[in-house]
């Protein structure tokens, strides 16, 4: 009922920049929180970057300062700037969604994920 695609990964060098995009589509009532969370190899899948439906964010210690999330106008479009990259933040990112959406008649609240996009930092 409810999709997320990611987009805007890539290969970059160390201090370089990319901008992730995450457009949620489907039966949509709302969304609440959004974020970004990130896989790297070996590594348990942890949290970079949220915010809710009001504007607020918060950040991972390891990206604050460097990265900022921030939502689109239709509040359906969750956007990761990231600045000054490190080799250290090479993971697969993915977009999570908090949706409120239309079911059966019903309004109905879930979780859900993109499939990710990869981002590697080279040294």
């Known amino acids: 009922q409810v999709q997320l695609v990611e987009s805007g990964g890539g290969l970059v060098q160390a201090g370089g920049s990319l901008r992730l995009s995450c457009a949620a589509s489907?039966?949509?009532?709302?969304?609440?929180?959004m974020g970004w969370y990130r896989q790297a190899p070996g590594k348990q899948r942890e949290l970079v970057a949220g915010i809710t439906s009001g504007g607020s964010t918060n950040y991972s210690d390891s990206v604050k300062g460097r990265f900022a999330i921030s939502r689109g106008g239709a509040k359906t479009t969750v956007y990761l700037q990231m600045n000054s990259l490190k080799p250290e933040d090479t993971a697969i990112y993915y977009c999570?969604?908090?949706?409120?959406?239309?079911?059966?008649?019903?309004?109905?609240?879930?979780?859900?994920w993109g499939k990710g996009t990869l981002v590697t930092v080279s040294s």
């Open positions: 489907g039966s949509i009532f709302s969304i609440n929180a």
């Open positions: 999570n969604a908090d949706v409120r959406y239309k079911f059966d008649g019903d309004i109905v609240q879930g979780d859900y």
